[in-house]
């Protein structure tokens, strides 16, 4: 709903009260009391009337959709409003003073149960739009935990999987260390079996010399 319309109306609502509440009073009082109230009163009933197309402007240049819930709405406070002129006008009548001693308890009463029940509507409307605000903040709270709880749930594996790269990368730490461990000890190892082959090959050069030399001797 517009909240232009929705200025207008709480204006309108609280003029019109004001009106039903000058109405009752104006039809207990004569003279230059009862005039100077009726002059308050149709000034009451120039605001209305000016709240009243500023509402008709809003609505019409709203959406299809809006405009018929908002121009059902003025139909009502239109209605309001004439009610309210054909009051001035009983009051304004030549014997508006004699009908109105007779009257006064069964209209004061009427108009007080008018406005007792349009309060209550829009009392009631009020507390329904709180209600649905109160929804819609329950249910984007109710939103923004589950959000919340996603994101500590994926924290939550990316430490984990922050933990297992960390103890993978340990693990691959410890190999590479192994790896230089066995490096270095393979080349220990041919280091030794490279010296040994030329330990084990001096031996043999030497024992060939010297059955060589022996059999020089004997042959000779």
């Not at 149709?42 to 299809?64: H, N, T, V, W, Y």
């Not at 819930?69 to 009548?93: C, F, G, I, M, P």
């Not at 003073?97 to 829009?122: C, I, K, P, Y």
């Not at 507390?127 to 329950?138: Q, V």
């Amino acid at each position: 709903m517009s909240q232009v319309f929705e200025g207008y109306e709480r204006q309108y609502c609280e003029v019109s009260a004001n009106l039903s509440r000058k109405c009752t009073a104006a039809a207990a009082l004569n003279g230059e009391q009862k005039k100077q109230k009726l002059s308050e009163i149709k000034a009451g009933l120039d605001d209305a009337e000016a709240l009243i197309r500023k509402m008709d402007l809003e609505a019409r240049s709203l959406q299809p959709s809006v405009k018929a819930t908002l121009l059902a709405k003025l139909r009502e406070y239109k209605t309001d409003l004439n009610n309210l002129k054909t009051e001035v006008k009983r009051l304004t009548s030549p014997n508006a003073n004699l009908a109105a001693r007779d009257d006064l308890l069964e209209s004061g009463m009427a108009d007080a149960m008018m406005v007792s029940a349009d309060q209550r509507g829009r009392l009631l409307m009020s507390t329904e739009r709180l209600n649905h605000s109160t929804d819609r903040i329950k249910e984007s709270r109710r939103t923004m935990l589950e959000t919340e709880e996603l994101g500590v749930s994926i924290l939550q594996d990316l430490h984990q999987q922050r933990q297992s790269l960390l103890h993978a990368h340990n693990n691959l730490h410890g190999v590479d260390e192994n790896i230089g461990k066995s490096k270095k000890i393979l080349t220990a190892m041919s280091r030794r079996m490279s010296r040994n082959k030329w330990i084990i090959g001096s031996i043999i050069a030497a024992l060939v010399a010297a059955i060589i030399l022996i059999l020089y001797f004997k042959l000779r």
